[in-house]
């Protein structure tokens, strides 16, 4: 039960991410890709430190993380770069690490509380 409540979970990840960030305009900041992987950091440390699941793994590992991707960042900011939005690129990775820090930091103060 356990496996494919796994693929379940990981599959509606995949679709949320893959909903929420349709129709990104390029060439911009991935506004989009950004408010998701913030919002999966948030939810990371909120799950990890509240106490409703006694078992985080399913949540953490195949629902957050099949909706964050490192890897769309890295092509984002690889495609920024090669458009010659060099100040995008950077303000973007920049962003993508302060502000899903800071959610993360938020979701494991509000878990613990």
Not at 19 to 47: D, H, K, S, Y
């Amino acid at each position: 039960m356990t496996a494919l409540l796994f693929i379940l979970v990981a599959a509606a990840g995949t679709l949320a991410r893959a909903f929420a960030t349709a129709g990104q305009p390029a060439g911009e900041i991935p506004w989009r890709t950004l408010a998701v992987n913030v919002t999966g950091a948030f939810l990371l440390g909120f799950i990890l430190t509240s106490r409703l699941w006694d078992d985080p793994v399913v949540a953490t590992t195949a629902g957050l993380g099949s909706l964050t991707t490192f890897s769309t960042v890295a092509a984002e900011t690889a495609s920024l770069i090669d458009d010659g939005r060099k100040g995008r690129a950077m303000a973007y990775v920049g962003m993508t690490l302060v502000v899903g820090i800071a959610a993360a930091w938020l979701g494991l103060s509000i878990g613990d509380a």
